[in-house]
């Protein structure tokens, strides 16, 4: 399993909390972004700059996905594609995405666009607060802890 992150818009907080998981389970964690990123070193760490451009980074980590990789973005389109293609993806904020609940997020998030569209302003999402912080680290734990429970017994 390698964690992959959609970074251009990833938290400093929760880019953090991944470098910390990726260091303490020898975890592969690749940042993908448009621009360049500072990363600590480490052989579990990598950055990936993609070229600038509306979904570039996106694609290029379905492209990559393999079955069961862990995506953190709050990207909902991103994540539906993760979903489809067998991954798992988790949102910055802790929200793991599922089979159950992408279909009403996109839903929600293509009504939201088409009243942006005809000029209604619909705020956004509230600043991401230490409550949002821990539900991430949580949901990441919980995840991580159950995926090396499956990994060690298909071993």
């Not at 592969?28 to 950055?47: D, G």
Request: charged residues 25%; glycine residues 6%; contains cysteine.
């Amino acid at each position: 399993m390698q964690i992959w992150v959609d970074a251009d818009a990833c938290p400093k907080a929760i880019k953090d909390i991944l470098y910390r998981a990726a260091e303490r389970l020898m975890l592969p964690t690749t940042l993908v972004a448009n621009q360049h990123l500072a990363i600590p070193p480490s052989r579990f760490i990598k950055m990936l700059q993609v070229k600038p451009g509306f979904d570039v980074a996106d694609n290029e980590i379905v492209k990559r996905l393999a079955q069961g990789d862990l995506v953190i973005t709050g990207d909902i389109p991103l994540a539906h594609e993760v979903l489809e293609k067998g991954g798992h993806a988790l949102n910055p904020r802790g929200e793991m995405y599922t089979a159950d609940n992408i279909k009403e997020r996109l839903s929600m998030r293509d009504f939201m666009d088409s009243l942006r569209t005809s000029g209604i302003n619909t705020g956004g999402p509230a600043a991401m607060n230490t409550r949002d912080i821990q539900e991430f680290a949580n949901q990441l734990d919980k995840f991580l802890a159950v995926n090396a429970v499956v990994n060690c017994e298909a071993k």
